[in-house]
């Protein structure tokens, strides 16, 4: 194993969405995060890359028309750097998950494998098979994804899933909410966190959470583009603000910004329970 693949075993290394109106779904995140597009050949299906700074953040491609007949909806999914796919995929089987997808090679760009944790929230696990020399970049880093949150059935059951799977550690719990959130790392830098998704959501999945520059700017960008915003806004504790968002297919995401003034959520409460635990946090 290449010392690049070292480093980027355990992280979350891209973001794909599936939609059901792909050219609607390319203004909208142009407008609202500010992602430029570049659409690739590949074999079989049209994909369509996201820009931020001249460098691919993430894909986007159209919902297979299967999988629209089965109940699949427009969703967010992440990818998880690992140095041997095939042995993780038969990792994740031998832990309780599924895998949906087994093992695939898309030539000359990755090895890949759809699978899904205990509790049915999906994610992928891919190596490139060529090193990308800008991922991953830092949590910070404007249109980004700045913190990933994993809305389970049981965090503590999760937690174990990944910590077995991908090494991740423990990096303590946030207590002060109406559940308590475990913060997890990867080579010591904390990237996200577990928390209980609550009876309104029907099953796990994972939230992304986009840098954007001013979250009440990006707030109105987002309505005026036809999206939605759930909850929020929400302040978390280094002083960043966060809102969680349905893109116009239906798409579940979260952004994340500072806040210049009180404009757009003039008068708005600094958050709520339930919304400070799909945030992001830092200490």
Known sequence: MSAHAADLHGRFVWYELTTTDVEAAKAFYGKVVGWGTQDIPTPGMPYTLFISEKTSVGGLMGLPEQAGKLGGTPRWVGYVAVDDV???????KALGGAVYVPPTDIPNISRFS??????????VVVKWLRPRADQPALLNAPGRVGWHELLAADRETAFGFYGELFGWQRAGVATNLAEPSQLFAVGGEIVGGMSAKGPAIPVPFWLFYFNVDDIDAAAKRLNAAGGEI????????DGS???????PQGALYAMVGTRK???????AAPGDAAGERRRRWSW
């Open 230 to 237: 759930t909850s929020g806004p929400t302040r978390v504790p």
């Open 261 to 267: 003034a009180l404009g757009y959520f003039e008068g």
């Open 114 to 123: 759809v699978v899904a944790d205990p509790q049915l929230a999906v994610f």
């Open 86 to 92: 095939d042995r993780a995929a038969e990792r994740v």
């Open 241 to 247: 603000w966060i809102v969680t968002c349905i893109d």
